[in-house]
């Protein structure tokens, strides 16, 4: 055997090892996972051992990255698996091409087999390198040119030995294609190797069938088939990787979405609340000092008693917003019907409204309930004497079917349109966040009326007022 014969082999082989070389230790330099010293040993590896080394580096970069804190990049790691094992596959395809050139030196067909080899092992190259275009038509081309050129090279070679040559190149098919696709691939070269398998025979004994013919076809195809599974296996875990690291990709998406959508809702929240809680007490400490103005020249004692009334509601306001913090942090849990009857009380004393209340409720309401409908009639109040002016409002609480209905109504000038301000929006919201709906009707001159509807309870205990 001539040294020029390896030639088609041995000068891509060189030329590859030294890109295998030059890519990784790049690399390896620019590899922000590993240390200094890790990154000087893996490097001198390379350049010692090449490919081995090579592969080596990819395998041990993904463990490093796996036993990390981190998240994972899965389709990166699960890359560089896919590259070491080509890298691999690469220097098997040498040394058993090499073995096959050697045992064939007095074949007729000696130089065919060599380009046969050669060309093949061109296409593999083209076919698995990191820097390959996937997608094309050449990238479905390129397996099918291997196929067709390792067969017939291993069909005319002068003995019956294992296709180590052709289980690298549907390796390297199954490593470099998706799965569906390289099972299409796998299967063909299997039927092909197969039937030339059956015409080698006849061409090398002159017999289609015999006991070492039968003996070694069917050691041949569970060798194909135990090859097959292992790289089919190994490679659908990678896919199987890709595709759970883009699932959870989109879900650490999502999940940055909802944080962001909390966040502004606890805002819209915590503005909510300090709006009700001190909304309606501000107001009425409005009210109290347009009073006193009013009766500052007519009556001094009666204005001082107003801004007197105004400045304890201011402090009262105050309170309120300390108030709500703390039910915000901790919760709250008191009798809705106390808290409801102060809250009319001081509705009473502080506007001068008129408030007609009746209420029938037999369950006990959750404090987050409580909360939105004491709020829904603070709010109400306030609407109706800052913008109706009402003097009096009608206020039914009654549980029918499962459900709370609030009704309030008020006296007030009314108006053609309803315009939904941050009260009111404020309000919705909160209904509908415990799977209530809210309603608003009113009319010019008649007023407004404001009907909520929440579901109930589940407890007894509060007693009609």
């Not at 981190?70 to 220097?91: H, K, N, R, W, Y």
């Not at 009473?348 to 959750?366: F, H, K, M, P, W």
């Not at 209530?436 to 009707?441: I, Y």
Request: proline share 3%.
């Amino acid at each position: 055997m001539n040294i020029t014969d390896m030639l088609p082999i041995v000068i891509p082989g060189i030329f590859i090892q030294i890109f295998i070389q030059a890519y990784y230790i790049r690399h390896c330099r620019q590899n922000k996972n590993l240390t200094q010293r890790q990154k000087t040993l893996f490097i001198a590896a390379i350049v010692i051992f090449n490919i081995p080394a090579a592969a080596f580096y990819l395998f041990n970069s993904r463990k490093k990255l796996t036993a990390g804190d981190s998240v994972l990049p899965v389709a990166e790691t699960d890359e560089a698996i896919s590259q070491g094992i080509f890298a691999l596959l690469i220097l098997a395809y040498e040394i058993f091409a090499l073995l096959v050139i050697a045992k064939n030196t007095g074949n007729p067909f000696y130089p065919l087999i060599i380009g046969l080899l050669g060309t093949c092992f061109i296409l593999m190259l083209a076919g698995g390198l990191p820097v390959r275009k996937r997608h094309t038509f050449l990238y479905y081309l390129l397996p099918a040119l291997q196929i067709l050129l390792i067969l017939p090279a291993d069909y005319l070679g002068n003995t019956f030995n294992p296709p180590f040559l052709v289980l690298v190149i549907v390796a390297g098919i199954i490593n470099t294609m998706p799965y569906s696709t390289a099972n299409i691939y796998s299967l063909a070269c299997f039927i092909l190797y197969f039937i030339a398998g059956i015409f080698k025979a006849r061409r090398l004994f002159g017999l289609y069938y015999g006991d070492e013919v039968i003996g070694f076809l069917y050691a041949n195809l569970m060798i194909f088939l135990l090859v097959y599974a292992v790289f089919y296996s190994l490679h659908k875990q990678l896919q199987t990787n890709r595709q759970l690291e883009a699932a959870l990709d989109k879900i650490r998406k999502q999940s940055r979405e909802l944080e962001k959508m909390a966040a502004v809702a606890e805002r819209n929240r915590l503005a909510g609340e300090i709006h009700d809680a001190v909304g309606h007490t501000l107001t009425s400490a409005i009210i109290a000092i347009e009073t006193g103005e009013k009766l500052l020249v007519q009556d001094g004692q009666k204005a001082r008693e107003k801004f007197s009334l105004a400045k304890d509601l201011v402090g009262r306001g105050l309170a309120d917003i300390r108030t709500a913090v703390q039910t915000i942090k901790k919760g709250e849990k008191k009798d809705f019907s106390s808290r409801l009857e102060a809250l009319l009380a001081e509705i009473r004393q502080n506007t001068g409204l008129t408030v007609n209340c009746y209420t029938e409720i037999t369950s006990e309401l959750l404090s987050i309930q409580q909360n939105v409908l004491l709020n829904a009639i603070k709010e109400c109040a306030t609407n109706s004497i800052k913008h109706g002016r009402s003097t009096e409002i009608d206020l039914l609480l009654q549980e029918y079917r499962g459900n709370i209905q609030l009704s309030i109504s008020d006296n007030g000038t009314g108006a053609k349109s309803i315009d939904y301000g941050f009260g009111l929006n404020a309000m919705a919201e909160r209904v509908q966040s415990i799977g209530g709906t809210m309603n608003v009707s009113g009319t010019e001159g008649e007023g407004f009326t404001v009907n909520i509807t929440i579901p109930a309870g589940t407890e007894k205990g509060v007693t009609p007022l």
